[in-house]
């Protein structure tokens, strides 16, 4: 028995409380075929009813791009898999193109994708979450731009998250017409790209982030900025307040433990400027001018805070670690299996 189906086995247990929901497997693999098992992700969420889960299992071919527009919770299996293994499953990941929440998608949880283009929050999108993610081109919250009947997507949370380009940022030039009461925890937006102007925070109102490593952030309104660790600069902001974060330049606003000209080639485990170098680069260096210098004395980071980031984006679900399985079995002969889980939340 393959882990990644006595896996979806477990992820089955879990939810037999609930009798509404599915379970929609996302295989494409040559020769798995079953119910409720779709090639794309598309095709998954097509055939899906509001609260069903769906589960993208290891291959090696894309399972394309994804429109929201139901309740969903949908789950992939992270990434830098093999650099961050964990457990005796499959190191291959589940990769999808962009993905974009629209009407009908309100309070979906996407967690442990690897989304190879963007994401993109659609007008008047509320209460989704994604967290544990990669995103490859950024995430984008859409706005209509039109004065005091603007639209724009609130209360959505983005957590736990790698992005490698472009940033998380709304779409109007504007201050008060963007994304609004967005929550951005513990996220690493990728400062590999130093120097070429990448991975901002912009262009958000009324939102919260804590506990970041972000390269700049620009045009906000009335954002309250924990814990945070920034490369290049912050400019263009009103009020907006930063607690206890650090900068490399001289660029944060004097008070609130803010800390100004620190050389972040002491910061990290490894400060070298390598697009290709995974998420455990960000992690603090023994000795880091970061340790311990957060609110309530937490450090600051993305790991550090009550949600640290987790390594390759294991989503919370449960984790293989031991396998032992014959290799085929019947009737007479049945499998006994020793399986080793641990949770991984």
Known sequence: ??????????????????????????????????????????????????????????????????????RLTIYGRGYF???????????????????????GSNNTLMSGMLVEGSVTFGTSVSGITVERSYVGSGIVFNSTCTGTTSQFANSCTIKQCFINTNGIAGTCGTYENNAN??????????????????????????????????????????LVVNNCLFYSSVYDLVSTTFFNCIARTNTLPAGNSNQNGIDFNNVYISNTVNPNIPDDRYQLSV?????????????????????????????????????????SGNNNAPLNVKISVRSNN
């Open 1 to 70: 028995m393959k882990p990644q189906y006595l896996f979806f086995w477990l992820l089955t247990l879990l939810t037999t409380g609930s009798l509404a929901q599915t379970i929609r497997r996302c295989n494409n693999n040559p020769g798995v075929t079953g119910p409720n098992i779709y090639s794309t992700i598309q095709a998954a969420h097509d055939a899906s009813a509001n609260g069903d889960i769906i589960y993208l299992e290891a291959s090696g071919t894309n399972y394309g791009t994804l429109t929201c527009a139901k």
């Open 81 to 103: 898999l093999a650099t961050n293994p964990n457990g005796n499953d499959s190191q291959i990941a589940a990769q999808v193109g962009n993905v974009t929440f629209g009407n």
């Open 181 to 222: 009461r967005i929550t951005i925890q513990n996220c690493i937006l990728n400062t590999s790209g130093i120097g070429n102007g990448g991975n901002p925070i912009a262009q958000l109102n009324n939102s919260i982030v804590s506990n970041c490593v972000v390269n700049t952030m620009y045009r906000v309104s009335n």
């Open 287 to 327: 000795g880091s001018p970061a340790i311990g210098v957060g609110i309530n004395g937490t450090d600051v980071g993305a790991f550090g805070g009550p949600n640290p980031y987790v390594l390759s984006g294991q989503p919370p679900i449960p984790i293989i670690t031991n396998l032992v399985s014959p290799p």
